[in-house]
């Protein structure tokens, strides 16, 4: 069994990564011949694409770590402003808010975005990153369910009528950002 560590210190999504890929093994999670542990770091805030950002993560990463990595970086594009905030999402719900986000939107008949989900495996320092991207086409909406999990409150995904806040999370993990891209990941791994 080899060890990769997933770069988080977000409890919500690192339950929801963990459950979607080892299912209702979360207390032993492995996929493959892999287990998946986790670590918080303080990885460096790059600018760049969705794909830059995630490279630049994984690499530093695996450089920390010594060994094999997983990192996420997540984005919110809205089509009305060719896919921004995108990779700064997380910054701009810190200085803006959800309200904030909505209301860059109030003068702008387009409200839809994309969920982008890039998760980087880097097998270990020097090594090249490959990178596994899910998306999720919706819209922006007034915030609706919780709101303790970055924007979810906001996005509606196409097809539904919730936000992904409101819905039960078996089905979010069905159809989100995150389940597309962690899904095209368990496949490598098993494969490994």
């Known amino acids: 069994m080899s060890t ?5 210190g977000n409890a919500n999504k690192l339950r929801e ?21 986790n670590k918080s770091l303080d ?6 694409s ?18 094999p ?3 996420e970086d997540t984005c919110l594009g809205f089509n009305a402003f060719n896919n921004l905030p995108g990779p ?21 008949e387009d409200k839809s975005a994309n969920a982008i989900c890039t998760f980087g495996y880097c097998a270990g320092p020097g090594e090249e990153v490959r990178l596994f991207q899910g998306i999720t ?26 936000t992904y806040a409101e819905m039960d999370k078996e089905v ?10 962690l899904d095209k990941l368990r496949s490598f791994l098993m494969e490994q």
């Open 172 to 181: 979010k993990n069905t159809i989100s950002h995150r389940y597309r891209a």
């Open 69 to 71: 990595v997983l990192v």
């Open 43 to 48: 990885l460096d805030e790059v600018q760049g």
């Open 137 to 162: 086409e919706g819209n922006i909406v007034a915030s609706r369910g919780h709101k303790n999990f970055g924007w979810d409150s906001i996005f509606e995904p196409r097809g539904f009528k919730q």
């Open 88 to 108: 700064y999402i997380k910054w701009f719900v810190k200085a803006v808010g959800l309200d904030g986000l909505n209301d860059m939107l109030y003068k702008f």
């Open 4 to 8: 990769i560590t997933f770069v988080t």
């Open 17 to 37: 990564v963990l459950y979607i890929l080892a299912g209702e093994n979360q207390e032993d999670p492995k996929v493959g011949r892999f287990t998946i542990t």
């Open 50 to 67: 969705i794909e830059e950002v995630a490279i630049h993560k994984a690499k530093q990463a695996a450089e920390i770590i010594g060994g």
